[in-house]
Nanobody, 119 residues
Framework: VQLQASGGGLVQVGGSLRLSCAAS????????MGWYRQAPGKERELVAV????????TTADSVRGRFTISRDSAKNTVHLQMNSLKAEDTAVYYC?????????????WGQGTLVTVSS
């Protein structure tokens, strides 16, 4: 499985960015896909994920109402629309995919894309 993320960059407080992540390879058993982030000196945390099938979403409290995750199933791509960005949203954002492998699951990570929100 390969995950190719794009869309990071520098934006001012209150601005918007859209991240995209395209998955390729053996992903027919995907369970969910989405985004985590890691700020300097902090642990990696979930931002938003969307499940396969009906597309249930899970969004962190810190971004709910500002960030929206969506998917294009035909292109195996997820998008993260980030609005009303705050300085504390500054982090490396990692694309994530979880898939089933028999009795267990397997996680895959993209290379990370930096989002910097300046005040």
């Amino acid at each position: 499985v390969q995950l190719q993320a794009s869309g990071g960059g520098l934006v001012q407080v209150g601005g918007s960015l859209r991240l995209s992540c395209a998955a390729s390879g053996t992903i027919f058993s995907m369970i969910r896909m989405g985004w985590y982030r890691q700020a300097p000196g902090k642990e990696r945390e979930l931002v938003a994920v969307i499940s396969s099938g009906v597309g249930c979403t899970t969004t962190a409290d810190s971004v709910r109402g500002r960030f929206t995750i969506s998917r294009d199933s035909a292109k195996n791509t997820v998008h993260l629309q980030m609005n009303s960005l705050k300085a504390e949203d500054t982090a490396v954002y990692y694309c994530y995919l979880e898939r089933s492998r028999g009795w267990t699951t397997q996680e895959h990570w993209g290379q990370g894309t930096l989002v910097t929100v300046s005040s």
